[in-house]
């Protein structure tokens, strides 16, 4: 049994071990690692206790490629596969999910690779090595980047794939990510992008403000070609109905150690990690149904005991996002068979049918539709119109960088530029 990525890399050197060693198939997941798309689907979604019970998806959700690798994933033995199988559509889809090597190691253990196109079984194959090799390079940049903040003697909380890979996922190359999720200290802003900087990181040029983002990001491409793209919070998200809904210090106090990224590196505790599991895809996804995400919620549902599901019923309820932890575990259960204590789905269900938060399940939601959200949530109408100010005139520098490198035009011409061309993103849904 190949048991680390290490180990497995000397698999994948080795035919004759490759010929008699089975991968195996204990909860693991994803393995490719592209860049998950922002783009919304149109999702059948709930909005009220009556439709949350209907787990839906869109025909976009639901392609027959998806539904045979759910059924790999979730079935005791492989399931049937139709004759017909479009390979090539199949391992898309599976790409796209970031489920690659959780396929892989499912087809491995089952021994229904005999049953499949040598095409499939390869391309599963293909697909498992290079994450594997990808989560190598992606470790040992984890481990430089969480000591050098370290170093400088600030707290970094590792937040969603970056923390569950090493947490939950019994091998981290499973776990397919694009970037890293870092929670520090809004005070710590500064530091932390100097420190990046001193690495080789350079920040990318985005809209920043006081209420506009809670995030910004870096990269750096090694000498190997991988680029290490760092996405740094110093609030859980950045709409304003989330931002604050839980701080640093009380997930701080929660954080559990993920030793395989060094001594001093630290992620999210579980009950925290599946509230922003179940807010993340809804804040910043809109409700979107990637498996990846979906079986993060599975995974760490499945590694809470009865008070840790408990504290993050009572999590959710204190912010107001029962509805959105509900509609995370339906889809999960749905999907993988997650089980979900009767007590937490009668409390999650008690919700109120028109729970605010619940704008965020679509569907169709547009960017209009959060920036008036976030305007109803901010108190006061300074801070009301600083927000929208933020939005329609970022600072000049980023303006230049964006949308005239190099050019001299007046930077009242570049505003009306931007506020044409981006409307129709403000309006699509």
């Not at 600030?154 to 970037?179: F, Q």
């Not at 106090?253 to 993340?280: C, F, I, K, Q, T």
């Not at 949308?403 to 993103?425: D, E, M």
Request: glycine share 6%; charged share 25%; hydrophobic share 45%.
């Amino acid at each position: 049994m190949i048991n680390s990525p290490s180990r497995m890399v000397g698999y994948m050197l080795s035919p004759s071990a490759r010929n008699r060693t089975t991968v195996p198939f204990v909860r693991a997941s994803s393995i490719t690692a592209p860049k998950m798309s922002e783009r919304r689907t149109r999702s059948q979604c709930i909005s009220g206790c009556r439709r949350i019970a209907q787990v839906r998806y869109s025909r976009h959700t639901d392609t027959a490629s998806r539904n045979l690798a759910v059924a790999f994933l979730s079935s005791v033995g492989p399931p049937p596969v139709p004759p017909s199988i479009d390979v090539s559509s199949f391992l898309s889809s599976a790409r796209a999910d970031g489920i690659l090597g959780l396929l892989h190691a499912r087809v491995s253990a089952t021994g229904a690779a005999d049953r499949l196109p040598p095409a499939l079984v390869e391309g599963l194959r293909a697909g498992a090595h290079r994450q594997v090799a990808l989560e190598l390079a992606q470790r040992a940049e984890l481990r430089r980047v969480v000591a050098a903040v370290r170093s400088m003697g600030l707290e970094v909380l590792l937040m969603k794939g970056a923390s569950l890979a090493y947490d939950v996922y019994p091998d981290p190359a499973w776990r397919v990510r694009s970037d890293v999720d870092m929670l520090i200290r809004a005070a710590d802003r500064a530091a932390v992008r100097a420190g990046l900087d001193d690495l080789g990181y350079v920040c990318e040029p985005e809209v920043s403000g006081r209420l506009v983002a809670y995030q910004f990001h870096s990269q750096r491409i090694d000498e190997h070609g991988v680029r290490h793209l760092c996405d740094v919070h110093w609030k859980v998200a950045n709409p304003q109905r989330f931002a604050d809904a839980v701080r640093f210090d009380e997930l701080a106090e929660a954080a559990v150690p993920l030793p395989l990224l060094g001594p001093d590196a630290r992620g999210l505790g579980r009950m925290h990690a599946l509230w922003l599991a179940s807010v993340h895809r809804a804040a910043h996804h809109y409700d979107q149904g990637n498996l990846v995400w979906l079986y993060d919620v599975h995974l760490l549902m499945g590694a809470l005991d009865a008070a840790g599901v408990a504290r993050f019923v009572a999590l959710a309820e204190r912010t107001g996002v029962r509805r959105i932890c509900l509609r995370a575990l339906l889809l999960a259960r749905a999907r993988f068979g997650t089980e979900i204590p009767s007590s937490a789905l009668a409390a999650l269900e008690a919700a109120p049918e028109d729970e605010p938060s619940t704008m965020f399940l679509g569907p169709g939601v547009r960017k209009l539709d959060v920036l008036l959200d976030d305007v109803r949530v901010l108190s006061g109408w300074r801070p009301r119109l600083t927000l929208v100010k933020e939005h329609l005139f970022p600072d000049e520098a980023y303006m230049r960088r964006t949308y005239a490198s190099g050019s001299s035009a007046p930077t009242l011409w570049l505003y009306a530029r931007r506020i044409v061309t981006g409307a129709a993103k403000w309006l699509r849904r």
